[in-house]
């Protein structure tokens, strides 16, 4: 726990854990489950930027830990939260977070396993990455989601009239329900995340989500995603949209995967920036 004597009460700044006080709380690398050998991930610089550690208050007896990136001009900027895969915050998250920083976004990345105490990014077996990631409930995560929108409306750096929220795998079926439940949000970009579960709450969508998949993916099947097309259709949620590219794999953003695309991946990128754009997260 944190000790804190503000008299007028907590802001943002107050759950910043600088390298000065604390090592880091994330793991230093790709996750080694999925990590290609040969591998060639995009590594965006830091220059221009602010790079910080946080804790957000969530309810919780410990705090929901973050990774930071935004820029270091002066003002409040547009934000997203970057929802992570089943690996966890590592070295391809926090990438994703200074890519956007870079823009002009203040993005978060919290970080939603940390309950277990589990590194888990070091992992090596997908039955012990499971046993980990099931026990983030929807209901639990959902909260650690409004969480980080609350945190950043109060941040002073941040505009938190423009939320907007994007995610990879596991991240993709989040974003999908953000978009249900928390009302700070203002778009959302789902990338292959699960979707069955989900395509009977479409009516509950209260902002545009595009989704991107990939038609090869061997996990999210093609019926899901036309039953999903087809709920957005019935229930008149005109702003929101699913792209499938014909030759992309699940984790075909993930650049330090196998199954990484670049072209699709690049693509997708574009439509996810004008995505929010159009939303007003910019």
Known sequence: ?????????????????TRRTATSMF??????????????????????????????????????????????????????????????????IKDICRRFAALGYVAVAPQFFYRSGVDLPALTDFAEIRKVVAQAGPDQVDGDVKATSAWLKAAKFAN????????????????????????????GVAWYGALKSLIPRAIELHVPVLGLYGALDQGIPQTDVEAMRAA??????????IIVYPDAQHGFHADYRPSYNEADAKDGWVRMLAHFKANGVA
Not at 66 to 86: D, F, L, Q, S, W
């Open 27 to 92: 793991f230093v690398g790709y996750a080694l489950a999925a990590v290609a050998a040969d591998a060639k991930p995009v590594t965006t610089p830091a220059d221009g930027l602010i790079i910080e550690e946080v804790l957000i208050p969530n309810g919780a007896t410990n705090p929901l830990p973050a990774y930071v990136a935004r820029p270091k001009t002066p003002g409040k900027h547009p934000c997203v939260i970057v929802v992570n895969e089943i690996f966890g915050v590592h070295d391809y």
């Open 232 to 241: 957005l259709k019935a229930n008149a949620k005109t702003g929101s949209q």
């Open 160 to 187: 938190g009239s423009k939320i907007g929220i994007t995610g990879f795998c596991w991240g993709g079926a989040v974003v999908w329900r953000a978009a249900m439940v928390d009302p700070d949000i203002k778009a």
């Open 1 to 17: 726990m944190l000790d804190l004597t503000r008299p007028e009460g907590t802001e943002p700044q107050d759950f910043h854990v």
